[in-house]
Every structure is written in C-alpha cells, then in structure tokens.
C-alpha cells in the first residue's frame, strides 16, 4: 500500500505539472533569458540522482545562449528532459549535453547511454500518458506526461524537439 500511495502522489504531482505547463502555455511571460545558469541550476538540482548512478555529465555550453522565453517554462522543459537522461540511464552512464548557435536559433543535443527506445515507440513518446516499454517505466515510476509537457512548451515557445534513439544504447 506504501508503494501504491507513493505511485498515485507521484501521478497527482505530474497531473499538476501538466496543469501549470497547460496554464503556462496561455501565460508565457517573455523576456530575455541566458539558458546557461537554468541548465547548471538543474544539473546541481539533480547531482544526488546523477551520483546515485555514478553517471557522468559532460556539459558544453561554450557561450552565453541567450533565448527570449518564459523562465518557469524553460526550465520545466530542461528539467524534464535532463530528468529523463538520468532516471533512464544505466549505472556508470553518460550525459552529454552540448549546445550551438545557429543563425536565429540555439540547438541542444542531449545525449545518453541508456537503454533507448524501440522504434515502435518513438512516434508516441510525446503523447500524454504514454509509457515506452511499460515493463521499464513500472520499475522508474514513469508516468507519461514529462514529455508531453516538453513538446507542449517547445511549441508555445515556437520551438520544436526531436529524439533519436538507438533501441539497446542512447
């Protein structure tokens, strides 16, 4: 029953995040934002969990990534991202995450060695509610709503997000 009570809190959190995320989308408040301190706040929000693992995170950010956007929902969408690389990776894993300036745009690649998602699943995972490999997420607590709240955000910043996958490694 402890286990069950903690699975539902964990659901009703997320319920909650995707309600803030839907709000968000309708009241974005948009200002000039240097992404670089978000993406090292969440990285040392998440320190416990990347040592936990042992997973190493290689982090390129080689300039100021300047952005206009929303701050909550910014770091939401790397949170959840970032989040995902970890709870998904394999013990002594690896994160790369690197990011570049191109014309008008700034593009990040996260990269992980985890164990991938299958090629059937990869046109879902952005669906509400959506697990990849139910077998997996049962042991991880996923709830598939992370990555509906990123693609959500993305969009409302006139952003867009892609995966690739290796099913078996990254």
């Known amino acids: 029953m402890q286990e069950e009570t903690k699975r539902m809190t964990n659901l009703v959190e997320k319920l909650n995040e995707f309600a803030d995320a839907q709000n968000k989308i309708f009241n974005l408040k948009e200002e000039k934002l240097n992404l670089t301190p978000i ?8 320190q ?7 997973i190493n995170l290689d982090l390129e950010l080689k300039q100021e990534l300047y952005i ?9 969408i790397f949170n959840n ?15 790369e995450i690197k990011a570049l300036k191109e014309k008008n745009k700034l ?29 997996r997420n049962s042991k991880n607590q996923g709830t ?27």
Do not use: C, W
């Open 39 to 46: 993406i090292k706040k969440i990285i040392k929000q998440q």
């Open 48 to 54: 416990n969990k990347l040592n936990e693992k042992n």
């Open 68 to 76: 206009k956007g929303d701050q909550n929902s910014l770091f939401q």
């Open 81 to 95: 991202i970032i989040e995902n690389a970890i709870k998904y990776n394999k013990k002594n894993g690896k994160i």
């Open 107 to 135: 593009i990040f690649y996260i990269q992980d060695s985890g164990f991938g998602i299958s090629e059937e699943d990869l046109p879902f995972i952005f669906e509400r509610f959506y697990r990849a490999d139910k077998s």
């Open 144 to 170: 598939g709503i992370g990555l509906a709240v990123v693609k959500e955000l993305m969009e409302a910043h006139q952003g867009e997000i892609k995966v690739k996958s290796n099913d078996g490694g990254t």
